[in-house]
């Protein structure tokens, strides 16, 4: 028996895109306008062309006209640049906490508790909304009523910067398709936690990382292109509502930055992410001490991703590629877990939503089972790995637990194998309830 993996969340090695990197990079290499700049330090905020490109295709992709290239920053990356963002944007005594949506990804915890927030990260529960928002609110107060109680004046360690701020609290979330829970934020709740965040002087940090990667739920539906957004970006509504990040008596840095990469959507080994924001934001991150140390980010690989923009190749490979074979693979997934799992009393979220993405497919077993316990039997007897819901569970906050979830993986996996991995999971959950009852 071969072991098979759903747990790991990396791009299909069949649908990396080396032949037009390869295109672009002899492109770019061959032309000293491009490959001189392209080895050089290069500027703080990013290879110009590589920002206008992205703004354009941006823009249209989000349906945003007139997207400035001013807002966007090039970044080493989508965790590079959140560690960058709280470098500039936070101070460890003055910022209270970070907010995180559980279930969270979990690879990011290091990053907020190596700039401070050991004991601080918060967890706030998703609903079918993508999110409690009465929740967050009360966590707010909570943290607000903390800090009126200290009977000391508040200390900031690091020094005024005339190009950034430093917010009260910070809120990460992944908005669409998130990972773990591969749930979607209504508008109705995205605009409800840009106000919020608002209220209590919050930085929203969104991962938007896997809103191309989009597709119809019904596998029978007619599979064109999507290449528009099914929602704005909270980033989006930040920019637009009640006046923006400039309306009367705001500071102009805005509430949300947008977390973008190239690792879903290209390869991960591009090292090349954004970020994007109000103008004055985009700015503040790329003054980063990291960045300008060093001029920008992934200054030469910039250079082969705008190529790749600007003649249309890596929008035909996300839309023309991409889509439809993770389509094909949640399909098969989807179909496996109604076979093999459904029947053993397992559920999932969102189950009617018309459009689905992403790479994970978030399951909850029976109650009187133990994901930990179930993830070590899938390796041991059916030679199947899977991830246990705890790994997604907020550190140093036991309030909301998933110990009765799994994530399952299908963007990895050979595709002719998705049922044959959750055929052999299915028959472990069978015989554990057996066991159990």
Not at 85 to 98: E, G, R
Not at 214 to 226: I, M
Not at 307 to 326: S, V
């Amino acid at each position: 028996m071969a072991p098979l993996s759903l747990r790991i969340g990396w791009p299909a090695p069949a649908l990396l895109p080396a032949d037009i990197i390869a295109a672009a990079a002899q492109t770019a290499l061959k032309n000293p306008d491009v490959y001189v700049p392209g080895l050089s330090y290069g500027p703080d905020e990013g290879y110009m062309p590589l920002r206008r490109a992205l703004a354009k295709w941006l823009g249209e992709f989000y349906q945003q006209e007139n997207l400035s290239h001013e807002r966007i920053v090039i970044t080493g990356g989508a965790s590079q640049n959140i560690g960058c963002i709280l470098q500039v944007f936070t101070d460890p005594a003055y910022t209270q906490d970070v907010l995180m949506i559980a279930p969270s990804y979990m690879m990011i915890f290091p990053t907020f508790l190596d700039n401070g927030f050991e004991g601080r990260l918060v967890a706030v529960p998703e609903d079918e909304n993508g999110l409690e928002i009465d929740v967050l609110r009360a966590r707010l107060m909570e943290s607000e009523e903390r800090r009126k109680s200290r009977d000391r004046d508040e200390k900031i360690y690091k020094p005024h910067r005339k190009y950034s701020k430093y917010y009260r609290h910070v809120i990460y979330c992944v908005p669409t398709f998130s990972n773990p829970s591969s749930r979607c934020m209504s508008l109705d709740m995205r605009t409800s936690l840009v106000r919020l965040a608002r209220e209590f002087d919050a930085l929203i940090i969104s991962d938007d990382v896997y809103d191309q990667l989009q597709w119809p739920a019904d596998p029978s539906a007619a599979l064109k292109p999507l290449k528009t957004a099914i929602l704005p970006r909270l980033v989006d509504i930040d920019k637009t509502l009640d006046g923006g990040p400039d309306r009367p008596g705001a500071d102009g840095f805005g509430n949300v930055t947008s977390n973008g990469s190239f690792s879903k959507i290209c390869g991960p080994g591009v090292r090349v992410g954004w970020t994007e924001g109000s103008e004055k934001f985009a700015y503040g991150v790329s003054q980063c001490g990291t960045s300008t140390s060093g001029g920008a980010p992934s200054q030469l690989t910039s250079t082969y991703m705008t190529q790749m923009l600007e003649d249309g190749t890596l929008q035909e490979h996300i839309f023309g590629r991409l889509q439809p074979a993770y389509a094909s693979r949640y399909a098969k997934l989807i179909s496996a877990i109604s076979k093999y799992l459904l029947p053993h009393g397992v559920s999932l979220p969102q189950p009617n939503r018309e459009i689905v993405g992403g790479y994970f497919v978030w399951i909850e077993l029976p109650r009187q089972l133990s994901a930990d316990e179930y993830v070590e039997r899938c390796s041991t007897d059916a030679e199947v790995t899977i991830i246990s819901g705890t790994k997604f569970q907020i550190p140093g906050d036991q309030r909301f637990q998933f110990a009765h979830h799994i994530r399952l993986c299908f963007s990895y996996v050979d595709e002719n194998l998705i049922e044959e991995a959750v055929r052999r999971i299915g028959i472990v959950l069978g015989q554990m309830l057996d066991e159990l009852s």
